[in-house]
């Protein structure tokens, strides 16, 4: 299984920018589809972009890239708002399962990040 790691959290003001970072070990990532999901404090979990859809919370305003040397999977965060604040996950499953899978269920994904935290300040 695919162990992830996030990092890129932080503050930053509204209207702002972040790029969290997702690397993996233990597997080549391009092998995975990659998801990216958030949990706000005391609220469930949200999905929030994969490689084919994005929440509509974030359309227009994140993307997702690879930097497949670097077995890591980016979250492009721009024109940020207070409401983004949250902690943020990413997960990974391999393409064979992931084919058949909804992927903005996070039951669609094996593997998790421990998360980290994005404050956006007004």
């Known amino acids: 299984q695919v162990q992830l790691v996030e990092s890129g959290g932080g503050l930053a003001q509204a209207g702002g920018s972040l790029r969290l970072s997702c690397v993996a070990s233990?597997?080549?990532?391009?092998?995975?589809?990659v998801g990216w999901f958030r949990q706000p404090q005391g609220k469930e979990r949200e999905f929030v972009i994969s490689?084919?859809e994005a929440a509509d919370a974030v359309k227009g305003r994140f993307t997702v890239s690879r930097n497949n040397a670097k077995n890591t999977v980016h979250l492009h965060m721009n024109s940020l708002k207070p409401e983004d604040t949250a902690v943020y996950y990413c997960?990974?499953?391999?393409?064979?399962?992931?084919?058949?899978?909804?992927?903005?269920?996070?039951?669609?994904?094996?593997?998790w990040g421990q998360g980290t935290q994005v404050t956006v300040s007004s």
């Open positions: 233990g597997r080549t990532l391009s092998d995975y589809v």
């Open positions: 490689t084919t």
């Open positions: 997960a990974a499953v391999h393409i064979l399962y992931g084919a058949t899978r909804r992927l903005a269920q996070s039951s669609a994904y094996d593997s």
